[in-house]
């Protein structure tokens, strides 16, 4: 019996001709921003002009966020070892994961369940955080090490309201942090990857992409900082770990 064809509705690929989703990869090139075409394939049809405008605010906003995350540290520290570029920025992206760069799916995930219950965002928002509270789980897309209000959060709300995109999930969201601040008396502000979990949940895009989204929108930022280090500094040079203290067993002999 004859293998059965691997079936994708993603790109049709012929002598002389690529189609994406059913449209000419030329006449995407022509006519398409970079934001239009990711939208396309992951979506399966072209953004309006609010989707687009959305789109290219996400898509910037986790562009790069300084050499200390771990994906750009692990990718910098992979080339100053020797290794070439692709390997350097795969490295980077292999250290995206639930800790770093996994908010946006696993928050994209409890808003997408949560907005289906009856109850008002701030309704909402009080059981969630109680609830969280009592299972001992904490909130993903939600605090900062360096930021009290996130300027990306900030602004993409901001474009969000401003073209009328803000839903019912982006005011949870909001009312979650607000909540968070109020049950624990801390700064527990909504961040970027939580923005972003609102917003693609508003667009109707499954919340397995989260993670996809981040990757996306870093990977220019690893190609930058693994050409700098290939440009600007020495293989082999001290990156970390920073200055520490041993704390383990004193000297002891075996014999």
């Not at 910098?76 to 490295?91: K, M, Y």
């Not at 607000?178 to 972003?196: A, Q």
């Not at 109707?204 to 693994?226: C, E, M, Q, Y």
Request: proline content about 7%; charged content about 25%; overall charge neutral.
């Amino acid at each position: 019996m004859p293998d059965q064809p691997w079936k994708t509705a993603i790109t049709d690929v012929s002598g002389g001709a690529i189609r994406v989703r059913g449209y000419d990869i030329a006449e995407m090139m022509e006519h398409l921003s970079f934001a239009d075409a990711i939208y396309l394939i992951l979506k399966g049809e072209l953004p309006n002009n609010q989707q687009r405008r959305m789109m290219e605010a996400m898509l910037v906003s986790s562009l790069d966020h300084g050499p200390t995350p771990p994906s750009n540290l692990a990718a910098r520290t992979i080339f100053s070892g020797g290794n070439p570029l692709n390997t350097a920025v795969a490295a980077g992206v292999m250290t995206i994961g639930d800790s770093h760069g996994g908010a946006i799916e696993q928050c994209a995930r409890i808003l997408q369940e949560w907005v289906k219950r009856e109850g008002t965002p701030q309704d909402l928002a009080r059981t969630l955080v109680a609830e969280f509270k009592e299972k001992n789980r904490r909130m993903p897309g939600y605090g900062h090490r360096i930021h009290k209000r996130d300027p990306r959060t900030i602004k993409l709300l901001e474009i969000a309201e401003r073209i009328g995109y803000k839903g019912r999930i982006i005011e949870l969201a909001v009312a979650i942090q607000d909540e968070l601040e109020r049950t624990s008396g801390k700064d527990l502000p909504l961040n970027v990857d939580g923005s972003i979990a609102a917003i693609i949940s508003e667009m109707g895009f499954d919340w397995r992409l989260g993670k996809g989204f981040f990757i996306i929108s870093r990977v220019p930022g690893l190609v930058a900082h693994v050409h700098e280090e290939w440009t600007r500094e020495k293989t082999m040079r001290k990156m970390g770990p920073p200055p520490y203290e041993y704390d383990g067993p004193a000297p002891r002999d075996i014999g």
